[in-house]
């Protein structure tokens, strides 16, 4: 007990697993919005710098609680995904992407001229609040809700929008201001991340936010699975701890991360996860010992 307990006040391991869960919370969002709205999203480091700066801002001019100001970043990175998503979200596939990404990029310039975010210098002297417990514990609220977005009649619009969006608005379905709802939802996600990531790292650089963090993210949801919340937490546990792991090659480890990603790809399309049904496997397990134990009750019977 005392060795686990050890293993988890390691500072590096600590800072590594928060890491991990401050990025999981922010893929969720993406996954919400990319996994079961089909809505492809190349500028979520955009929404994620977002929260970081309000929530740093917040901490460092008004000294707010530090809950208030990581929910006040989730809200200001919603409100910019719900305020560009009027005008998008009529775009699809690559157009849509290609606008994200832009948006992304003009976030990351204005933050570079603004003198209150420390332009390119960055902004330093963040209070370290975020901690593993708080950060499990929200990625833990973060899977319940989005479960609970899956099985629910939103949900399911969501789902009948990334099959066949036409199909979908034949249906009645609005699917504008759904995809907005899904829109808003997934980048106040990507805020709480970045408001939990800037009281982790305690600087923030508008480089951190760039092209390459976006396409990140996206690899932890297209990697573990489209449409998988456990896809999304293998995808994301295993390409942030995967460079962890081979710092021992140093040079070459960026150079084995991406041939694993490539042969990820070539042998499992899908994602880790992709097209697996856990609850369908669940149900199968049980009816089938359920028939195991009819079976053995009713030779038991006729034994007797």
């Known amino acids: 007990m005392e060795s686990i307990i050890g293993f988890f006040n390691d500072p590096y391991i600590n800072q590594v697993l928060t890491l991990t869960g401050v990025y999981l919370i922010t893929a969720l969002g993406l996954h919400l919005i990319t996994g079961i709205t089909g809505q492809f999203s190349f500028g979520h480091a955009g929404f994620m710098s977002i929260g970081a700066y309000t929530a740093a801002l917040l901490s460092l ?6 809950i208030i100001n990581v929910l006040m970043g989730g809200l200001a990175a919603g409100l910019a995904g719900m305020l560009l998503g009027f005008p998008s979200l ?51 609220l973060s899977i319940i809700c989005m479960y609970r977005i899956h099985d629910s009649r939103f949900g ?40 939990l990531y800037a009281h982790l790292i305690q600087y923030l650089n508008p480089a951190d936010f760039g092209v390459s963090r976006s396409f990140e993210l996206l690899n932890f949801v297209v990697l573990g699975g489209l449409g998988s919340v456990p896809g999304t ?72």
Do not use: C, W
């Open 90 to 140: 009529r775009l699809t596939g690559d157009y849509l992407g290609i606008t994200t990404l832009g948006f992304a990029e003009i976030v990351r310039i204005v933050f570079i001229n603004l003198d209150i975010t420390g332009g390119a210098r960055g902004l330093a002297g963040i209070p370290r609040d975020t901690n593993l417990t708080i950060v499990l514990l929200l990625a833990v």
């Open 156 to 195: 399911r619009a969501l789902t009948a929008i990334r099959e066949d969006e036409l199909a979908a608005e034949a249906m009645g379905i609005n699917t504008l201001l759904y995809k907005v709802k899904a829109f808003a939802i997934g980048t106040f996600f990507a805020g709480v991340g970045g408001g």
């Open 233 to 304: 937490i293998l995808g994301t546990t295993v390409l942030t701890l995967a460079p962890e792991f081979l710092r021992f090659v140093k040079e070459y480890r960026m150079l084995i991360y991406s041939a694993l990603m490539v042969t990820m790809m070539i042998f499992r399309p899908h994602g880790l996860l992709g097209g697996v049904n856990f609850r369908k496997l669940y149900l199968d397990l049980v009816h089938r010992r359920l028939a195991q134990l009819a079976k053995t009750k009713d030779v038991g019977g006729k034994q007797q």
């Open 61 to 66: 001019h008004l000294e707010t609680p530090f």
